[in-house]
Structures are given as structure tokens and as C-alpha cells.
């Protein structure tokens, strides 16, 4: 396994740390930082200043975001099953042909 590293995330003014290796550090600072500039959003946008609630909405946000995506992924994994089957029944029909 890979080396790991200790790191702090600051999220909402506070400090998590956390162990992962080398490959998911700049994931996990990515992710740190993209959610304290929306619950920096929710709190300029909407006056919110209790933190629970900052965060809440955060997570809400995020989970309707995933949900959206998983349902586009569902979709368009759909057509594409569709597709290839239309594809296997036409090179199967032309190879009986000859």
C-alpha cells in the first residue's frame, strides 16, 4: 500500500484531520475547500450564520447535486445499453446474411 499522510481540512472554521495517501490528498483539499466557498455562498446569500445550519444546507445541496448526476449517469448508461443492442442485432443480422 501507499504511503499516508496526515493532513488537516478546515471546513467551517474548523480543523478535521485525517490520514490518506498521496493519491487522494488534493481530492480531499479540493473537496475542504469547494465546501467552505458554499457555506460561504449560503452564508453571504441567505444570511445564515448558525454553523449547524451552514452545514446542513451544504450536505443538502451536495446530496441533490449527486442525486441529479447519478440520475443523468442512469439515463445516458440507458441509451447506451440501447445502442449497443440495436448494434449486436445488426452485425448479427448482416453475418447471417452471408
Known amino acids: 500500500m501507499g504511503e499516508k499522510l496526515s493532513i ?20 480531499l483539499r479540493k473537496a475542504g475547500r ?3 466557498e458554499r457555506i460561504q455562498s449560503y452564508r453571504e446569500n441567505y444570511q445564515i450564520e448558525d454553523r449547524q445550519d451552514l452545514l446542513a444546507m451544504v450536505a ?3 446530496m441533490v ?6 440520475t443523468e449517469s442512469e439515463s445516458t448508461q440507458s441509451l447506451l ?18
Do not use: H
Open 81 to 98: 445499453n440501447q445502442k449497443l443492442q440495436k448494434w449486436d442485432e445488426l452485425i448479427t443480422s448482416a453475418l447471417k446474411l452471408d
Open 65 to 70: 447535486a449527486l442525486l441529479g448526476q447519478q
Open 8 to 27: 488537516k481540512i478546515k471546513i467551517a472554521e474548523r480543523e478535521y484531520p485525517m490520514r490518506t495517501s498521496v493519491d487522494t490528498e488534493e481530492l
Open 60 to 62: 443538502f445541496d451536495c
Open 34 to 36: 469547494q465546501l467552505n
